[in-house]
């Protein structure tokens, strides 16, 4: 099983890349390959741009994603909704032939100071209804009061939260073994 990542935020010390650094940990426990896949040098989406062609960026990630059996995004909510970033590489791999999303298992996680990215979640999942995802309902991982449970680097350092990304990537592979009968 291949399992590919997406963070919503593009800087070093973000914790939703941290967040996909532990799910790195405990797949490979597991002897499941994962991938974090580069979305930072995708341009912003511009229909003319796409008339010329997909970008080398986009087309290289997709096919991460095209590789992978189920999905992991990671992503901060940005004033109450899905970061930029991702909802623009969102939008790019949409526009993709045979798109990576469709029909795939996909698990949402998300860390805020406050409530845990709990509002861009749903909208996220609004997003992926069109993208076709099957998205793992529960366990749902938002991580709140975030800075008590990473350290400067974006290192997720609380074992009560590891634990629970462990069960969710436990539902992950469950679904995505169902959806493969
Ligand atoms: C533009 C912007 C908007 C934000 N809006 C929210 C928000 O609506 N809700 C929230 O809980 N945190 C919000 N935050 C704080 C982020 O949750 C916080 O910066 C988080 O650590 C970003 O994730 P990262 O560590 O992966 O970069 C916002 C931050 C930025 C930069």
């Known amino acids: 099983m291949i399992i590919a990542g997406i963070s919503g935020s593009l800087r070093k010390n973000s914790t939703h890349r941290g967040i996909l650094r532990h799910v790195n940990t405990v797949l490979a426990a597991k002897d499941i390959t994962f991938c974090e896949v580069d979305i930072s040098g995708f341009p912003l989406y511009d229909q003319d741009l796409n008339d010329q062609g997909i970008p080398a960026a986009v087309q290289t990630a997709h096919e991460q994603l095209a590789q992978a059996d189920a999905l992991v995004l990671a992503s901060p909510e940005y004033n109450y909704s899905v970061s930029g ?25 998300g860390a805020s100071p406050g409530l ?11 997003i992926l209804v ?13 991580i709140g009061q975030a800075s008590s449970k990473f350290n400067e680097q974006g290192d997720l350092t609380d074992d009560i939260t590891k634990a629970h990304i462990a069960k969710a990537l436990d539902a992950l592979i469950k679904l995505c073994q169902q959806l493969a009968k």
Not at 116 to 126: D, F, I, N, P
């Open 85 to 109: 970033v991702l909802k623009n590489a969102i939008d790019w791999f949409s526009r993709v032939e045979n798109q990576a999303f469709n029909g795939k298992a996909l698990s949402i996680m």
């Open 116 to 126: 845990g990215t709990a509002r861009s979640q749903y909208h996220l999942r609004q």
């Open 130 to 142: 069109f993208m076709n995802s099957v998205i793992v309902n529960k366990p749902e991982v938002m």
